[in-house]
């Protein structure tokens, strides 16, 4: 069960780097500029469907499961709220880098969820990590650009996504070390991220897929949560 949760934490994790290499290749290998913005927003709308997935297939029927539904609602609305706030103090943090930090606020609370929930639910586990590893791709993709844009150095964007990659199996070791036998802390954790993904969506994702009124690029959304409907089934 250790050496499984750190496989898969691994592979949930490797994707943030992956995807920055892939940003990598399109800045020195694609010359057209709007092929570059289509790809930029055709994965945003795939990582849009991936995290809806996860909420509705994942972190949301697992969390009601162990709790009262009136606690569930009030966990989800809080995990809103929080991510509202949190999302505040993105915006005006002197680095300014919202991309990286929204994906660091995704992947922390998913990455503990996925430690602890591997004790009591195997399938479940494997299903969350697939999701993570999917959604972190097309978010990494973007935050390289992010960083490209601060003026960092291709070899020091990817340096920081390639150290990020590991954040997820140290979440993910300390919610199997904490939380393995504390299933209602667990749940409450998937509820608290499914709202606060739930709003990153609809606040800062979904007004960016808008582009030059190529509507077929919001169909990117139902093949990421076609991902999550065929993991559903196959486990």
């Known amino acids: 069960m250790f050496f499984e949760i750190i496989l898969f934490s691994i592979l949930a994790g490797s994707t943030v780097f992956i995807g920055g290499l892939t940003s990598y290749y399109f800045e020195n290998r694609v010359d057209n500029k709007e092929l570059k913005e289509l790809t930029v927003h055709y994965l945003i709308s795939f990582a849009t469907g991936i995290m809806l997935s996860a909420i509705s297939f994942v972190l949301v029927p697992e969390g009601i499961v162990e709790l009262p539904i009136l606690l569930s609602c009030f966990l989800f609305i809080l995990g809103g709220v929080s991510f509202f706030f949190f999302d505040k103090l993105i915006k005006k943090n002197k ?6 930090i929204a994906m660091l606020l995704d992947f922390i609370p998913e990455s503990i969820a996925l430690g602890a929930v591997f004790v009591y639910s195997h399938k479940t586990g494997i299903l969350l990590s ?4 999917l959604q972190n791709l097309p978010e990494s993709f973007n935050s390289y650009i992010e960083l490209k844009r601060l003026k960092h150095s291709s070899s ?14 140290a979440f993910s070791l300390l919610g199997y070390a904490f939380l393995d036998d504390k299933i209602e802390i667990t749940s409450s954790l998937m509820l608290f991220s499914a709202g606060g993904i739930m709003y990153i969506i609809f606040q800062d994702i979904a007004p960016l897929l808008q582009y030059k009124k190529r509507r077929m690029i919001a ?12 993991g559903e089934a196959i486990l």
């Not at 020091?156 to 199996?169: D, E, N, Y």
């Open 156 to 169: 020091k964007a990817l340096l920081i996504l390639f150290v990020l990659s590991f954040v997820g199996l």
């Open 95 to 100: 680095y300014k880098i919202p991309q990286v």
């Open 219 to 230: 169909l990117g959304v139902n093949l990421g949560f076609i991902i999550g409907m065929l």
């Open 130 to 133: 697939i999701f993570i590893a």
